[in-house]
């Protein structure tokens, strides 16, 4: 069986669209915030729906522990981040003053809760009696106890070095979907009609994390051995990416080209941090300054690494592998360069991405992804295989 195997190539291009391309894409936004938030919400939850239904059914029934545990960090981002677009796009419906909509969206930032406290407020809502709202108020509430800034599915620690899971923790699929269902139900039937919903949902206690389920029909993270581990994390999200270039080729779901896009995204960034912290020689202390001072920018985090990967490289004086990287770097760094395109429809100062036509070939698009994640893989084997050596041969020495 012929494998394509995907590698850093020269001349790479973004903008590349193949003549015969049977996926190319135009992304072209309103400008109506509340209908583009509205929009993005819908694909973000359509992804994750399209990952939960996937692990419940051919994951389940193949046994694969291995995707049922990984990719649960990118799942539930997903349905998080469907969930916080959601909220905007409810607010942006009654907030039209543009200054009033940055003042809000700087307030809450990415705060479920604080979002759904102010879309009660601009509703005259704060106390009602509609089963559905309070049981959303409690759900929320608990997302951002877990999550209030939209990290702790991202990366495996915080700025203070906290971890989400810090013991081993069995969580329900079944659990997660049926409870995110009903949040986004509520949510979407809010936007399209204004009111809450009387309708009963099959639903849990409005818990982001409920332990429990049947044996494969379960999440199970916070192993011992893979706290502050990067890669659960880079593999949930270059898997998830993964998948979903397969769902959108084999199934023309061209909609889930974003959360695809920003799953790809992501695990570069994860790829970067998990070289610098893990595989390098810098003083930990120091790399996680790089960490905290370069943030989302992954030209930041290359340039902060580059020389030590030439370094231990061994490459030939004409092999251009190192510029061709760079280039790729520096191609998604101009693209993207707050990790939020991908994300959302406009950037903090609600300046609208995508107000013309940009035309895309989705093959392309996800290839360049693969082939630096799998440069990113090459490097962090290469690097801790020379760290283990370098330890084993200190041992040795001292030994004698």
Wanted: proline share 2%; hydrophobic share 35%; net charge negative.
């Amino acid at each position: 069986m012929d494998y394509d195997f995907k590698w850093i190539r020269p001349n790479m291009s973004l903008y590349h669209i193949d003549k015969n391309s049977p996926f190319p894409i135009t992304l072209l936004n309103s400008g109506n915030l509340a209908d583009d938030f509205n929009k993005y919400a819908e694909d973000f939850f359509n992804a994750a729906e399209s990952v939960i239904h996937y692990l419940g059914e051919d994951a389940a029934e193949n046994g694969d522990i291995a995707k049922l545990d990984l990719w649960y960090f990118a799942m539930v981002y997903l349905y998080r981040q469907s969930m916080e677009l959601l909220l905007k796009a409810n607010i942006f419906k009654i907030v039209t003053a543009e200054n009033d909509r940055k003042l809000i969206i700087g307030d809450i930032r990415h705060d479920l809760k604080q979002g759904y406290d102010k879309l009660l407020e601009l509703k005259d809502l704060e106390y009602t009696d509609n089963d559905n709202a309070n049981w959303l108020w409690k759900y929320l509430a608990d997302i951002s106890r877990i999550d209030k800034e939209s990290d702790m599915f991202r990366y495996p620690f915080g700025n203070n070095l906290n971890v989400l899971f810090d013991k081993q923790t069995h969580i329900s699929l079944a659990a997660t979907h049926d409870n995110m269902n009903k949040a986004f139900n509520i949510l979407s039937e809010l936007y399209k009609t204004g009111n809450f919903t009387e309708q009963e949902y099959e639903a849990y206690l409005p818990q982001l994390i409920i332990e429990g389920g049947h044996y494969y029909q379960q999440s199970v993270v916070g192993y011992k051995y893979a706290q502050h581990s990067f890669y659960p994390y880079y593999s949930s999200y270059e898997e998830v990416g993964d998948f979903l270039k397969e769902k959108i080729v084999d199934d023309n779901k061209k909609e889930l080209f974003m959360p695809m896009c920003y799953m790809y995204r992501n695990a570069v960034e994860l790829g970067l941090k998990r070289i610098i912290i893990e595989d390098s020689h810098i003083e930990r202390t120091k790399a996680l300054k790089i960490l905290r001072r370069k943030k989302h920018s992954i030209l930041g985090l290359w340039n902060s690494i580059v020389d030590e990967v030439d370094k231990y490289s061994n490459a030939p004086d004409d092999d251009t592998t190192l510029n061709d990287t760079t280039q790729y770097i520096q191609a998604f760094h101009d693209f993207d360069q707050s990790s939020d395109l991908f994300r959302y429809p406009c950037n903090k100062n609600l300046q609208v991405y995508f107000s013309e036509e940009k035309v895309l070939d989705i093959e392309n698009v996800a290839s360049c992804f693969e082939e630096l994640c799998n440069f990113l893989d090459a490097v962090d084997s290469m690097l801790s295989e020379i760290k283990d050596y370098e330890a084993e041969m200190a041992s040795y020495y001292d030994y004698y």
